[in-house]
């Protein structure tokens, strides 16, 4: 989706003076990131106080998203390709919630309130112009991608839980059945809400390719106050009914180029990888796929049977295990998945495909950059993103 054609969009001088005025802004307000959140959503919920029924009654894991958001969009202004992408997804992905056009300027006014109180250093006449544009440029895309989404997909779907497999104490493999056809690619994930904690969502990446019977699969680990993932793995029943929001990440095969794929996928980070492998399965494609299967130690690589199954049907696939503890068995690598991933090399002519903690992204980015492979070809979804994937 292109960025709409406004003058503060085409003017590239114009738009690099705003991004300087907000990043400034941005700097300021970092040290003091919680307390601008908290009064952002109170300024917005005294205002407009139907909006609070749109978030989830405990704000504490959730309340930082939106602000969060708006803020990552603002600091990419120079870069409108990216921006629009970004936010065309967070426009559709926002119909979820029951956003309606009519509730951005109330968003807007909160964000400039929230501004001025706590960049006092850097806030004036210029900086809030260049935040009015900004921001009216930012909520212009987002409702245009929500109102043109709305021709052709319901903002959410309602899926029955079919079956429900504990791997580990703490691993679940969930398969879905959608009420309503459901599109997506592989390496995309999706946002997921529960009976248990209604208007509170968790992004969970899908574990499979397109099937021909509908079904979706979702790997979900079980962490510490993690409400969403704790019921998905211990609460959850075939049975259960859940909602998900539409599919969005940009992790998807590029079919245009022959390349090798170097798939890394960390703890629950293999459910798309192993999607990936299976659409390229499913394509006949021979490209040489690469996958590093990192886990802590052996008895955390649940889909390593999986994996080694597909291994030994198609030629072209080599699976690596690695672990970072405790004796590893017969062809497993011990240490950091990044690190060997550097010693297996040369990677120059694969492209990259990374899916797992956002510290373990962080470093296999440097680490595939630093062995020849340029930024163009190392896929992943934001880390913004990331944060909440699978780990809440």
């Not at 969009?9 to 300087?20: G, Q």
């Not at 309503?180 to 390496?187: E, M, N, Q």
């Not at 495909?353 to 440097?366: A, E, K, N, Q």
């Amino acid at each position: 989706m292109d960025a709409p054609a406004t003058g503060w969009t085409e003017d590239a001088t114009h738009r690099s003076a705003d991004a300087t005025l907000i990043h400034r802004t941005l700097t300021e307000i970092s040290p003091v990131a919680d307390q601008v959140t908290s009064y952002f959503y109170a300024l917005l919920f005294v205002r407009c106080p139907e909006l609070r029924e749109l978030f989830p009654v405990a704000m504490d894991t959730q309340r930082d998203r939106l602000l969060r958001a708006i803020l990552t969009a603002a600091d990419r202004l120079d870069d409108p390709v990216a921006l629009a992408e970004y936010l065309g997804e967070l426009g559709r992905g926002h119909r979820k919630y029951g956003t309606l056009s009519g509730h951005y300027p109330a968003v807007g006014e909160a964000l400039l309130g929230a501004l001025s109180r706590y960049a006092t250093a850097t806030w004036d006449g210029e900086a809030e112009a260049a935040w009015v544009r900004a921001y009216t440029t930012m909520s212009q895309i987002m409702i245009d991608a929500a109102a043109e989404d709305e021709q052709w997909a319901p903002a959410w779907w309602h899926a029955e839980i079919v079956a429900h497999e504990l791997r580990t104490r703490d691993i679940a493999v969930l398969t879905l059945r959608p009420d309503h056809a459901y599109p997506f690619l592989a390496g995309q994930y999706t946002a997921m809400e529960t009976p248990w904690w209604p208007r509170t969502w968790r992004h969970y990446s899908f574990a499979s390719a397109p099937r021909p019977d509908g079904l979706l699969t979702f790997h979900v680990k079980a962490v510490p106050a993690g409400w969403v993932s704790n019921a998905l793995v211990h609460r959850a029943r075939p049975g259960d009914i859940v909602r998900l929001g539409p599919p969005t990440g940009r992790m998807t095969v590029d079919h245009s180029t022959h390349s090798g794929l170097l798939c890394l996928g960390g703890g629950t980070g293999i459910a798309p990888i192993k999607a990936l492998v299976e659409e390229v399965a499913e394509r006949g494609d021979r490209r040489p796929v690469e996958v590093f299967y990192g886990a802590h130690s052996d008895r955390d690589l649940y889909e390593i049977d999986t994996l080694i199954e597909l291994e030994r049907t198609y030629p072209w696939l080599a699976v690596r295990p690695v672990v970072a503890s405790g004796p590893g068995e017969h062809g497993v690598l011990q240490g950091l998945l990044p690190e060997a991933v550097r010693a297996c090399g040369p990677w120059h002519e694969y492209d990259a495909y990374l899916s797992g903690p956002p510290g373990m992204i962080r470093s296999s980015v440097d680490v595939l950059r630093g062995v020849g492979i340029p930024a163009e070809r190392i896929r992943h979804d934001y880390l913004e993103e990331l944060t909440g994937t699978g780990h809440s």
